[in-house]
């Protein structure tokens, strides 16, 4: 498999930290030495599928194909504000697109997810091309009268075509229940049968434990996945990696002992997009030239779950008509 077309979308709103800072209890300092955000985007006019559209459109339009002969659309999506029909659903018909979809909620590793799912169909000759958008809202699951989550997450949309190729190399994805450390409850309608009526829980996590699991796992993954291909982090030009906190990408950055230039980010303008983050990096990378045919790119990212993932794919150059403007 491989990737021949990427988009991106992201709301206008642009929320600085002294923004938040004029109705919680917080600091522009607290805030870039802690997680290296300086801005975010946050939903304000715009729905999320108009986001998963935009990026959508924008990734057939770069890669060629047009949205009928697209075999699958996976959307990555935690939640947003339908249940049912899924995003995928909602954003299938408006597109184009003739074809089966689905959601998955693998959290902020979802992209990853989503792109290992498409290697199997593609593999086993289901599909040839599919439309993956991973799509996002985190910012209206946390509970905007505490500092604590609130200043991390954003809303976002980045999408990527794949089709048959000889990109991606090989996928790690691991799972283990650590429902403590980080989870939304929403509350479901309560039925006659019910003894307790539940109450929405906005976003809990705690930070430190999910900070540790964070920076443990995904060396586990990045070392393993290495070692396997015979490869040293020397030899990945450029590692993609979940746009959470700088400090967490830090340490993976110190224990593989590679340059900055290696680990490019984008939190510091969009904050914790959850699932998008990585495609949305991508394609805004890949628009400025920056990713070049033929680089060895990494994957890596952690999600609520706990639930992990990592990959490696040699980026193949895609033709944009426009050059991107950020
Ligand atoms: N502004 C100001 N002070 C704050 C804020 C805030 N927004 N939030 C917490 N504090 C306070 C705390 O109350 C604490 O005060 P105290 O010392 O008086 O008790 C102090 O700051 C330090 O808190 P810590 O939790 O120790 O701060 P830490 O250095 O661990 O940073 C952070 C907190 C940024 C949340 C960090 O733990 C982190 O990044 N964790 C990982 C979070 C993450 O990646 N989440 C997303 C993962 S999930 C996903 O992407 C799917």
Redesign the pocket.
């Known amino acids: 498999m491989k990737i021949i077309g990427t988009g991106s979308a992201l709301p206008e709103k642009v929320v600085t930290n002294d923004m938040l800072a004029s109705f919680l209890?917080?600091?522009d300092s607290?805030?870039t030495t802690?997680?290296g955000i300086h801005t975010r985007r946050l939903l304000s006019k715009e729905t999320l599928s108009e986001l998963a559209m935009t990026a959508a459109s924008l990734a057939l339009e770069s890669s060629g194909i047009a949205p009928e002969e697209i075999d699958y659309l996976i959307c990555s999506n935690v939640a947003n504000s339908y249940v049912t029909p899924s995003l995928s659903s909602i954003i299938l018909g408006p597109l184009g697109c003739k074809c089966p979809c689905t959601d998955l909620n693998g959290?902020?590793t979802g992209f990853i997810y989503a792109l290992d799912i498409a290697d199997a169909f593609i593999k086993t000759g289901r599909a040839k091309n599919i439309l993956i958008v991973a799509a996002e809202e985190p910012s209206r699951f946390c509970n905007w009268h505490e500092?604590?989550t609130s200043?991390?997450f954003a809303d976002g949309a980045g999408a990527v075509v794949v089709t048959e190729g000889e990109g991606f190399k090989d996928f790690i994805l691991t799972g283990d229940t650590h429902t403590d450390v980080?989870y939304y409850k929403r509350s479901l309608e309560t039925t006659p049968f019910d003894r307790v009526e539940e109450k929405t829980v906005p976003l809990v996590?705690q930070?430190?434990e999910?900070?540790k699991l964070?920076v443990r796992s995904c060396i586990r993954d990045v070392d393993t996945i290495l070692e396997r291909n015979n490869m040293t982090g020397s030899d990945i030009d450029m590692y993609l990696l979940?746009q959470?906190?700088f400090r967490?990408n830090d340490s993976i950055r110190e224990h593989l002992e590679q340059p900055k230039e290696k680990f490019p980010t984008n939190m510091q303008k969009y904050g914790?997009t959850?699932s998008a983050s990585i495609p949305i990096l991508m394609d805004e990378l890949s628009r400025a030239g920056e990713l070049k045919d033929g680089m060895n790119v990494l994957l890596s990212a952690?999600?609520?779950g706990f639930v992990t993932g990592a990959s490696i794919l040699k980026w193949s150059g895609i033709e944009y008509k426009e050059k991107s403007e950020e």
């Open positions: 209890e917080t600091s607290w805030i802690r997680t959290a902020c500092r604590e200043v991390l980080l996590m930070g430190r999910v900070f964070a979940h959470a906190n967490i914790n959850s952690f999600g609520g």
